[in-house]
C-alpha cells in the first residue's frame, strides 16, 4: 500500500478565464493571468492510498463519498496521469492498482471561492508525487482536463495560462510568470459576502456567454492579448497602479460579458456593485490606487492590496460596511493585523468617503497573501487510514 498527502493552493485571476474553444479537452478561448494565494488560509487537501488489494477506485469530497465513474472530468484526470505515469513515472506503484482519494477544502465548496482549481490540481499533484512522475508542463495539461482554472493552481506567484493554438490542446499549458518571492507584499482581503453554492455554475455560465456574447469575442481576440502584456510588464516593475486598474478593468469587462449572454448571467449582487463603489472612493481619498477589486463567478469580492495599505483598508472597510460580528474571530479570518497599525491608520480620510454605511452586508474576511504552488505532507497528515477515512470501515 502506497499513500502521498499534498495540499494545493486556490489562484484568483487578474485576467479571467471565460469561454471555450473545446469542451471536453477545456481549452480556453484567451490567456488568462492569475495570482495564487497562500495555502495557510485557503487549500484543498488530498490523500491518495494506491494498493494491490483494493477493488475499485474511490473518493470521498468533503467526508461525502463521490462517484468517480459518474464525473467524466475525474475520470479523464486519473486516465492522464496514469498515461504519464506509464512514460515517465518510476513504476514503484503500478499504474494499474486501483486507488482510494480523500480530499477536503479548509474553505467553501463551490460558493465561487475557486475550490474547483485547488481542488483538481491537488489531484493531479498528488497522483504525480504518488507514481513519481517529474513536474513538466504536460502535467498542467491534465490539471486543465480537471477544471480550466486548475492548470494555474500547480505554480505559485504569478501564472499565465497560454491558450494554445492546437486542437489537441497540447500546448494549452500554465506557466510562471514570476515567483511568489517577486512581489512578497502582495496581500488579499477576501469579503465573503455570500458563501452558499452559485446558482450557475462557471461551466455551464461561459458555455451561454461563447454562444450568446458577441463582446465576448471581441474580448478574446482584441482586448485580452494587450491586457496580458501590460500586466506582465506591471507585475515585473511591481507596479500596483497599473496592476490594479488592469485587475478591476479586467473584471468588469468579464462581468458586462456576463450581462450581455443571452439570457444574462447575474454573479455579482447589490454589496458587490456597493464594494466597487467604495474602492474607487477609497483610492480617490487616497490619492493612488491602494486597492484592486476582482469578482469571480460569485458576489464575493477579491481585493487586491500591499501589505502596508492592510490595516487602513481593513479598518475603511468596516467603517462603510460594519458588521455585528466585527470583534468576533469568524469574522476576520487568516493573517493577523496588528492593532497599532489600525489605531494610526488615517481615519479622517476615510470618514470623507461620504458613503451611508451599510450594516452586515459583509458576512467574514479573510486576510491571506501570494503564495507558493503545491506540496506534499508527511504521512502525519494523511486523510486516509488503511485506504479508509477515519469514520469509514
Ligand atoms: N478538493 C477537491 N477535490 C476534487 N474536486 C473538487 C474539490 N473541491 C471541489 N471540487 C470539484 O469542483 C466542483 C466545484 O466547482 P465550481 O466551479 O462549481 O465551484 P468553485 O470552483 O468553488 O467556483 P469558481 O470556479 O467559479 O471559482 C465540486 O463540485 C467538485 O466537483
Ligand atoms: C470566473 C473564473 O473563476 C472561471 C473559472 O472557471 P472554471 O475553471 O471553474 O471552469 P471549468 O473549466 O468549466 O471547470 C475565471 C478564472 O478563474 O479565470
Not at 66 to 76: A, C, G, H, N, Q
Not at 168 to 191: E, R, Y
Not at 373 to 390: A, F, H
Request: hydrophobic share 35%; aromatic share 8%; charged share 20%.
Amino acid at each position: 500500500m502506497f499513500s502521498v498527502t499534498c495540499v494545493a493552493p486556490v489562484n484568483i485571476a487578474l485576467i479571467k478565464y471565460w469561454g471555450k474553444r473545446h469542451e471536453d479537452l477545456i481549452l480556453p478561448v484567451n490567456d488568462s493571468l492569475s495570482m495564487t494565494l497562500s495555502t495557510n488560509e485557503l487549500c484543498a487537501k488530498t490523500t491518495i492510498t494506491a494498493s494491490k488489494s483494493f477493488e475499485h477506485n474511490r473518493m470521498w469530497l468533503n467526508g461525502e463519498e463521490v462517484s468517480i465513474e459518474e464525473s467524466s472530468r475525474l475520470t479523464r484526470c486519473l486516465k492522464e496521469v496514469r498515461r504519464l505515469a506509464l512514460a515517465t513515472g518510476s513504476q514503484k506503484v503500478s499504474p494499474s492498482w486501483k486507488v482510494h482519494i480523500a480530499s477536503v477544502n479548509n474553505f467553501p465548496t463551490a460558493a465561487g471561492l475557486a475550490s474547483s482549481a485547488a481542488g483538481y490540481a491537488c489531484l493531479v499533484y498528488s497522483l504525480a508525487r504518488l507514481y513519481e512522475i517529474p513536474f513538466s508542463d504536460e502535467l498542467t495539461t491534465v490539471a486543465r482536463q480537471g477544471s480550466g482554472s486548475a492548470c494555474r493552481s500547480l505554480f505559485g506567484g504569478f501564472v499565465q495560462w497560454h491558450r494554445g493554438v492546437l486542437d489537441n490542446g497540447t500546448d494549452s499549458v500554465a506557466k510562471q510568470i514570476v515567483s511568489s518571492q517577486h512581489w512578497p507584499n502582495m496581500h488579499v482581503l477576501i469579503l465573503v459576502v455570500n458563501d452558499q453554492r452559485k446558482k450557475t455554475a462557471s461551466t455551464r455560465g461561459m458555455q451561454n456567454a461563447v454562444n450568446t456574447s458577441t463582446l465576448l469575442h471581441h474580448r478574446a481576440d482584441k482586448v485580452v492579448p494587450e491586457r496580458i502584456n501590460q500586466l506582465r510588464e506591471a507585475i515585473q516593475n511591481r507596479d500596483f497602479q497599473t496592476f490594479g486598474e488592469i485587475t478591476m478593468r479586467d473584471s468588469n469587462q468579464f462581468h458586462a460579458i456576463a450581462m450581455d449572454t443571452y439570457p444574462p448571467c447575474v454573479y455579482m449582487n447589490d454589496v458587490s456593485h456597493e464594494i466597487v463603489s467604495f474602492v474607487h472612493s477609497y483610492n480617490n481619498a487616497m490619492g493612488s490606487l491602494h486597492a484592486a477589486y476582482t469578482f469571480d463567478a460569485g458576489p464575493n469580492a477579491c481585493l487586491y492590496v500591499l501589505a502596508e495599505h492592510v490595516p487602513q483598508l481593513v479598518d475603511a472597510i468596516q467603517k462603510v460596511f460594519p458588521s455585528d460580528l466585527m470583534d468576533s474571530a469568524e469574522y476576520l479570518r487568516g493573517l493577523p493585523i496588528s492593532p497599532e497599525h489600525l489605531e494610526t491608520s488615517q481615519s479622517n480620510k476615510i470618514e470623507s468617503l461620504g458613503i451611508e454605511p451599510k450594516k452586515n452586508s459583509i458576512k467574514y474576511i479573510i486576510h491571506t497573501e501570494i503564495g507558493q504552488g503545491p506540496s506534499q505532507l508527511g504521512e502525519e497528515s494523511s486523510l486516509l487510514i488503511n485506504g479508509l477515512p477515519q469514520n469509514q470501515k
